[in-house]
């Protein structure tokens, strides 16, 4: 699957699809709590049929506010590794380096856009939701990897992107009509992302030996387990939210029932989307010759769950 990919089509089609905040979502904006927020193939809790129809609509509200802290928790850390690959080749490439100053522009914009939406959120929902961090630590630990290996953990989560709104997002008429268009802005300007993260993987990689490149697929797959472990802390954060925004805590076996569900999705959403979608395992092929097993093998148990 060889792609067409380069520097100046992603910059005219960033251009195109560019959009100001005020024109997603105003400082003032009211979100419709009568609705759901994610589509249930990343939800999952309309299969929660032992709740009621009030619960299930509150945790789905839930996990899509979570939804969006967490992505503006790992684009913390996409915008400074994207600044310092516009940096180092300045002056060789204009128009490389325009696009990539766009896409750390455009990230930037994005985390502004989470938090506007998470102020927005925490004003109507009426209960605070916790979420984990700090992002500065998140930022740090990442980073402290390999360039390789953080490179592909961002061509994971581009990838991961536009499968959510292609596959889930996009034909689901039931959600809040806001929330759909922050995440159709979003999976329109992340779209230029994942080709622009593509060419630069690939850049980092062409100085490598294949002995570092496979080193970076296993450093990339260590970095996936350390994201398991923060999204399981997230749902557990999410759970107890849950729970306060119904105003009654679970049974314990309930709880424990639910949470091992919601885990199953949630694993889904951010890890198997991501590490199965053909790009990412494409680009994952041209680097090692063992690496797609590796990767495959991982991503197994975070498979998407059936309804």
């Known amino acids: 699957m060889a792609h067409n990919f380069s520097y100046p089509s992603a910059l005219r089609a960033a251009e195109r699809v560019a959009f100001n905040l005020d024109d997603v979502l105003s400082p003032e904006a009211e979100l419709d709590y009568t609705q759901p927020f994610l589509p249930d193939g990343l939800a999952g809790s309309a299969a929660l049929e032992r709740l009621s129809p009030r619960d299930r609509l509150l945790l789905n509200q839930v996990r899509g506010y979570s939804y969006l802290c967490l992505f503006g928790l790992v684009e913390e850390f996409i915008l400074p590794f994207v600044l310092d690959h516009a940096r180092a080749d300045l002056g060789s490439d204009d128009t490389r380096t325009r696009a990539l100053l766009n896409f750390a522009s455009e990230e930037a914009k994005h985390i502004a856009l989470f938090k506007r939406f998470a102020a927005c959120f925490e004003r109507g929902f009426g209960v605070e939701c916790g979420v984990i961090g700090p ?3 998140v930022t740090r630990v990442v980073l402290g990897h390999s360039p390789l290996a953080v490179a592909l953990l ?4 581009e990838w991961m992107t536009q499968r959510h709104y292609v596959d889930s997002v996009h034909h689901d008429g039931a959600l809040d009509p806001k929330f759909k268009s922050l995440l159709k ?3 329109l300007e992340e779209a230029q992302h994942a080709k622009l993260d593509t060419l ?4 980092i990689a ?3 030996t294949p002995r570092q490149r496979s080193a970076a697929v296993e450093e990339y797959l260590q970095l996936v387990a350390k994201l398991r472990d923060l999204l399981d802390a ?3 954060l999410d759970m107890d939210s849950f729970e306060r925004a119904r105003q009654s805590p679970l049974s314990a076996s309930e709880r424990e029932r639910v949470e ?3 885990r199953a999705y949630v694993r889904w959403t951010f890890l198997g989307s991501g590490m199965t979608h053909p790009q990412f395992l494409e680009t994952v092929s041209n680097l090692t010759t063992d690496g797609v097993a590796r990767v495959r093998a991982i991503a197994e148990p975070f498979s998407q ?3």
Do not use: F, K, R
């Open 305 to 307: 769950p059936q309804h």
């Open 206 to 208: 062409s100085q490598l």
């Open 135 to 137: 992002s500065v630590e």
């Open 234 to 236: 997230q749902l557990g």
């Open 260 to 262: 091992a569900q919601q």
């Open 154 to 157: 961002i061509l994971h989560i």
């Open 185 to 187: 802005h979003h999976w």
């Open 200 to 203: 630069v993987t690939e850049q």
